[in-house]
């Protein structure tokens, strides 16, 4: 059975992750989408929600279906949540054969080169990407060789093998980021109907992101 794991800050969720996250199980025919909330983002100043927050406010979010599942595998460790280290530990437990796929977005694959030994990443999943509105394939020549090595269009070969190459799909990509979410609360602008009404309730209660 194949693994599909989509990372993020997810600070907070919102309906854009939720979507994509829901058609890119579809898509893969996964049984479901774990969700890896990133415990110590390397890339970003310290989010001002905490990991044990983010992750509660995801847990709510997707309470009701069975489809897209929490995992809490990076808030486990105590140093940055580098992918290579999560991919590897994923491919461990789940044995050399199964196909697993790694699932980020347009604007995540236009900085690949900046993570930590990201030539590595493909020895142990498929690098699925879902293009975002206003992001173009990466120009620098190093990722964009990659890319050109890697690239397979074709799901059914891409699900017949354990790891190695990257897949691009358009999917509904809703103009909705966290950092909007943040924004629009610190000014007391209304942010319903943008995530789930838990997690509208949940950033209230804790006063987050005022
Ligand atoms: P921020 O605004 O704080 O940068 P974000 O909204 O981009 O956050 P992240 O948690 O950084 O959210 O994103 C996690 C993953 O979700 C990334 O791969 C990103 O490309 C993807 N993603 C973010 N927003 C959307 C959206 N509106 N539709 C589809 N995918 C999204």
């Not at 390397?42 to 929490?70: D, K, T």
């Not at 897949?167 to 610190?186: G, N, P, Q, W, Y």
Request: hydrophobic share 40%; glycine share 4%; proline share 6%.
């Amino acid at each position: 059975m194949a693994v599909a794991l989509f990372g993020g800050t997810f600070n907070p969720v919102h309906i854009g992750h939720l979507r994509i996250a829901t058609e890119l199980a579809e898509l893969l025919q996964v049984p479901c989408m774990r969700m890896l909330p990133c415990a110590f983002p390397p890339h970003r100043g310290e989010p001002r929600a905490s990991a044990q927050q983010r992750l509660e406010m995801l847990v709510a979010a997707i309470s009701n279906q069975s489809l897209l599942v929490a995992d809490d595998l990076e808030l486990q460790r105590s140093e940055a949540s580098y992918s290579i280290d999560t991919l590897e530990l994923v491919r461990r437990q789940i044995g050399p054969d199964q196909p697993l796929f790694f699932c980020i977005g347009m604007d995540a694959l236009a900085k690949i080169d900046t993570w930590q030994r990201w030539q590595e990443l493909l020895d142990h999943c498929h690098i699925v990407v879902s293009s975002r509105p206003d992001w173009e394939l990466p120009q620098s020549c190093t990722v964009a060789d990659w890319i050109d090595t890697h690239r397979c269009d074709d799901l059914d070969l891409l699900q017949q093998s354990p790891a190695g190459s990257v897949h691009f799909c358009e999917l509904t990509m809703l103009d909705l980021s966290s950092t909007e979410i943040r924004r629009k609360v610190a000014e007391g602008e209304n942010i319903q109907f943008m995530t789930p009404d838990a997690v509208v309730d949940y950033i209230q209660q804790h006063h987050l992101y005022e």
